[in-house]
């Protein structure tokens, strides 16, 4: 368990009571402060930047709701950004059935897991790939990778089967390994010809 305690800067202490009494200049200067981070997050669950954007609104709305319930005994923009999380997850729950397509025995055989194709790629670069996968793949990627849950902790928020989420995985992997080395391939062809 971790003990580690945050201590909320006086900024942010005088924000979030802005934000209880409805303060247009406090909401304001939280969304200022903390948008371009979110939607950094946004973007990584979204198909596209509209999609981003809406998570992103839908998100603020809740976090200026929902403020009075900040505890303040952790990060506030860590759970700002669950909150953004959430906003993702409902919106995907809401567009699509999150099964697998490839049985596990099958992705497990298909992927590598001694390729780090992450650490390969630059943020946008990655982003765009992440973009491009299926919603399923690309939640439980993010959720394993950039948010640290375990797939257990994946498949009880996604209500899905613990081996649908290594199945998701592994096939997202896959399939971002498969376009890293494309792009490599095309990236030779363009610097040798």
Known sequence: MNNTVIILSDKETRLIAGCIAFNRSSQSEVYTLFAPKMMIVSMR?????????EILQDGFMRVFKFIAQFKQDGSFEGWIRKIMVNCALQKLR?????RPVVSLDTASNNYSSNIDIVGDLSGKELLKLIQ????AYRMVFNLYHF??????EIAVLLKIEEGT?????????????NAVIQNLKIAKQTHNG
Do not use: F, T, W
């Open 94 to 98: 809401n567009q699509v059935n999150l």
């Open 165 to 177: 989420s290594k199945s998701n995985l592994a096939q997202a992997k896959r399939i971002l390994q």
């Open 132 to 135: 491009n996968l299926s919603p």
């Open 147 to 152: 948010e640290g849950l375990k797939h257990r």
């Open 45 to 53: 669950y979204s198909k596209n930047q509209e999609e981003a954007e």
